[in-house]
């Protein structure tokens, strides 16, 4: 039972971070249709952000206060990541967008090409640490075989994927960007003859997806201690299969679909074999795929005539 409870308890950890990044994935393939892979890229990319700006802050301007620290990385780096996106999306994407459908999945491959390429060649291919933050620890059970723990870093991660939730829900609900995001997604023809600056609309999509991983990028930071070049392609994936899984454009399955492959990670590790976990993971997404074609939350696509 303790095993169980660890477990439950860093799946849950793990599931926000995927949640957070396949949130991007699902917003830019419900507005655009595209599927955007440097998505991933971009998650890497802001953590070696977060981890300079950690390090500058620390070394160099003598700030070694863990929360005002945390608070000034969050917010940087989802300002840097958002405009590296945005400019991503004028470059990259957006004379493609009305070519035919390869084109831009061509020029995101690209693109995760360069963004992979490009932070191998600033920071090279070793591991980079992080500074220790929130290593503190609450022993929720102990006397047993297994002491089950919660640390103050995973109840940081679920509390800011949790209130950052909340707050893109209100802003997709509730705010002239977020029904200009909903009338692109039903119909951007439509929209664009209502009034809607479909550009500005998409461009705020990709810089809104950016910022959230962002987030993740800096909770992935601090919650392993290290980053890497390449974390930007396993995630990627995954979280990319989460948002597949939850029904890609369902914003909901996205964080559905994250959490459920972060506990599926996490218990294969624990029960199964930890060489075998990212097989599991593909492997429920496969099967639920065959009886559930559009995802868990995904809705039938309607073509229109």
């Keep these: 039972m ?8 860093n799946g849950l950890t793990l599931g926000s971070i995927y ?20 998505h991933g890229d971009v998650f890497m ?16 301007l003598g700030l070694d206060a863990l929360a005002p620290s945390f608070v000034i990385v969050l917010f940087a780096s989802m300002a840097l990541t958002g405009l590296w996106n945005f400019a991503i999306e004028r470059l990259a994407y957006r004379r493609l967008r009305g070519s035919f459908r390869l084109a831009p999945l061509i020029s ?11 932070v191998y060649v600033a920071q090279g291919p070793r591991n980079k640490s992080a500074p220790p933050m929130f290593s503190e620890v609450i022993k929720l059970t102990s006397g047993g ?31 002239p960007l977020g029904r200009a995001q909903r009338a692109c997604e039903q119909d951007a023809k439509m929209a664009a003859l209502l009034g809607v600056d479909v550009n500005r609309t998409i461009a705020a999509t990709f810089v809104i997806g950016a910022a ?10 601090l919650y392993y201690g290290v980053v890497n070049a390449a974390d930007g392609f396993v995630p990627g994936v995954k979280a990319f299969t989460a948002a597949v899984l939850g029904g890609i454009g369902s914003i909901p399955g996205a964080v559905l679909g994250g959490l459920l492959i ?16 990212d097989v599991a993971a593909f492997s429920i997404l496969a099967v639920t795929l065959i009886f559930m074609p559009t995802g868990l939350l ?8």
């Design 2 to 9: 303790e095993v169980f409870l660890q477990q439950l308890i």
């Design 19 to 38: 949640g957070l990044i396949a949130i991007g994935y699902t917003m830019v393939f419900g507005i655009i249709g595209m599927v955007n892979f440097a």
């Design 45 to 60: 990319l802001s953590a070696f952000i977060a981890l300079i700006l950690f390090i500058a802050l620390q070394q160099f």
């Design 108 to 118: 995101a491959i690209g693109m995760s090409i360069f963004l992979s390429n490009f």
């Design 145 to 175: 075989a297994y002491d089950v723990t919660l640390s103050y870093k995973q109840i940081l991660i679920v509390v800011v994927t949790a209130v950052l939730l909340a707050a893109f829900w209100f802003v997709v609900q509730k705010t």
């Design 212 to 221: 959230l991983a962002a987030v993740a990028g800096v909770l992935y930071m």
């Design 262 to 277: 972060g506990l599926i990670e996490t218990f294969w590790s624990a029960y199964f074999s930890a060489d075998y976990k």
């Design 298 to 305: 995904g809705r039938p696509e309607v073509e229109k005539v």
